[in-house]
């Protein structure tokens, strides 16, 4: 299915964003542009069939994107929403030590995420 070019002029209905996610960013916008612009059902059929560590959180949010849509709107058809902001930012960083040989340490950085979905 193609993404729908003009999506920055529709509306954005309802939206759902988690902060924080224990996810790398890097590894969130991967599976974020592959949904961005697309219709929900479409998207919700590429998180079911790829296989990526950010794919149940991603899932999870756009879910709660659509049940926001239609609590807001009930008029609203779940099908014909389309993802109209789609977007990942860098959360705080876990920094973390591992003992190396020799009486050394290196850091370890755990990243999280904030994304956000907006659907119209």
């Given amino acids: 299915m193609k993404k729908n070019p003009d999506i920055s002029k529709r509306k954005a209905i309802a939206k759902a ?6 996810v790398t960013p890097s590894k969130a916008r991967l599976v974020i542009n592959q949904i961005r612009g697309t219709n929900v059902t479409h998207a919700l059929a590429t998180l079911e069939q790829t296989r990526r560590s950010s794919n149940p959180i991603v899932k999870k949010i756009l879910e ?6 239609v609590e807001k709107d009930s008029g609203v058809n779940p099908d014909e929403l389309i993802i109209t902001e789609a977007r990942v930012d860098q959360g705080r960083t876990l920094k973390r030590i591992r003992p190396r040989a020799m009486g050394r340490a290196t850091q370890i950085l755990k990243k999280s995420s904030h994304i956000t979905l907006s659907v119209g």
């Fill in 17 to 22: 964003s988690v902060s924080h996610a224990r």
């Fill in 64 to 69: 709660s994107a659509v049940a926001n849509a």
